[in-house]
């Protein structure tokens, strides 16, 4: 892999990790994001202001975990980055710990289908039971809500999601923070119940998604 390489996809997860905070997905440097260049992982570094992150401070471990570059410590949340690129083909993690996301976790164990954009994460969205930040139980977890998902939420905590690119690991984490929101505001509404689609309805959506977008 080379050092350019490795370089612009450092800019662009640091660019990635920015975004997080201006869209208001994470306070402070809480969430994290990473991206997989080779058998490289490329990840945000813990306890780092992204405004402050620079190209001398490029972190990277390979898929063991052991760090090949960087002085700056990984995220505490390495172990959930590498079971999704050890069991997937993703290419890009985005973890954030969004208000309306993060609420949802706490309330049920799988978000209602309110909306269709659901079936572009593989599905219903599972919540990922609480465990604590950091660990291999954590990143157990995950894995399991993720089966057959690009996205899941985790108790108490936050979401994770992740995709073949850094920007389309974003757009599902905006996705579900958003779906979250519509169903927390369908839900305040006193006397109503929010309507929701059935499995039926969301395989339809599926199957029209596969021949959505430009073709050339």
Known sequence: ??????????????????????????VGTSGNVSARVGDLVLVTPSGVPYDRLTPADTVAVDLDGTQVRGRLAPTSELPMH?????????????????????AVSTLVTELPLIHYMAAALGGPVRVAPYA?????????????????????????HGTVTYGASLD?????????????????????????????????????????????????
């Not at 954030?96 to 996301?101: G, I, L, M, P, R």
Request: hydrophobic share 40%; aromatic share 6%.
């Open 1 to 26: 892999m080379t050092q350019d390489a490795i370089e612009r996809a450092w800019d662009a997860l640091v660019g990635t990790a920015r975004r997080t905070v201006t869209d208001g997905l994470v």
């Open 132 to 156: 604590l930040y950091g660990t291999e139980e954590l990143a157990e977890h995950m894995l399991r809500a993720l089966d057959g998902r690009t996205g899941c939420l985790l108790r108490n």
């Open 82 to 102: 590498l079971e999704i690129y050890r069991h997937t083909d993703a290419r890009a993690v985005v973890h954030t710990h969004a208000v309306h996301a993060t």
């Open 168 to 216: 389309q690991a974003y757009d599902r984490t905006a996705q579900l923070e958003w779906m979250c929101h519509v169903w927390l505001t369908a839900c305040s509404v006193p006397g109503h119940t929010p309507s929701l689609l059935s499995a039926a309805e969301l395989h339809e959506v599926a199957e029209k998604f596969r021949g959505y977008g430009q073709t050339r």
